[in-house]
């Protein structure tokens, strides 16, 4: 099992000593006293306290979604003929970051072939090599 992370006391809150397991163990408190947190909510903590996961600070609020980049491209790629593309800066020379980012292109383009090449100053070359066929047998 995980590592046991024990809690202080720091006034009215209860903080956990390791802050990355602070959301999980926030909403399993919230889950043992009340059932299901429900979709698109998550449990945070009214006393505006980061590290804690004391149930009486506990409240629901919507989810904040993130503005997300790859629809505004893959809206791009929609747009281009085939053979065409286009250079997107910034996403890095290594490799984990750019399977991130192919993975994230592939997943909102559905409908259109791409293809993701590094290039050595860390952009990307994106170009529509096709498009899927909508009907599937």
């Not at 979604?65 to 003929?81: F, G, T």
Request: hydrophobic content about 30%; aromatic content about 6%; glycine content about 8%.
């Amino acid at each position: 099992m995980g590592e046991f992370s024990p809690t202080t006391r720091n006034g009215d809150c209860e903080e956990i000593a390791n802050p990355s397991t602070t959301y999980g163990r926030r909403r399993r408190n919230w889950i043992d006293a009340h059932g299901s947190v429900p979709a698109r909510q998550v449990v945070d903590a009214s006393c505006g306290n980061k590290h804690c996961i004391a149930l009486r600070h506990s409240y629901l609020r919507p989810r904040v979604e993130q503005p997300r980049k790859y629809p505004k491209i893959a809206e791009r790629v929609h747009r281009l003929k085939i053979g065409q593309h286009f250079d997107v800066r910034g996403v890095g020379t290594d490799e984990r970051s750019r399977n991130r980012f192919r993975s994230g292109l592939y997943a909102a383009a559905r409908l259109d072939k791409v293809s993701v090449r590094g290039q050595a100053d860390g952009s990307v070359c994106v170009t529509k090599v096709g498009e899927w066929s909508s009907l599937r047998v």
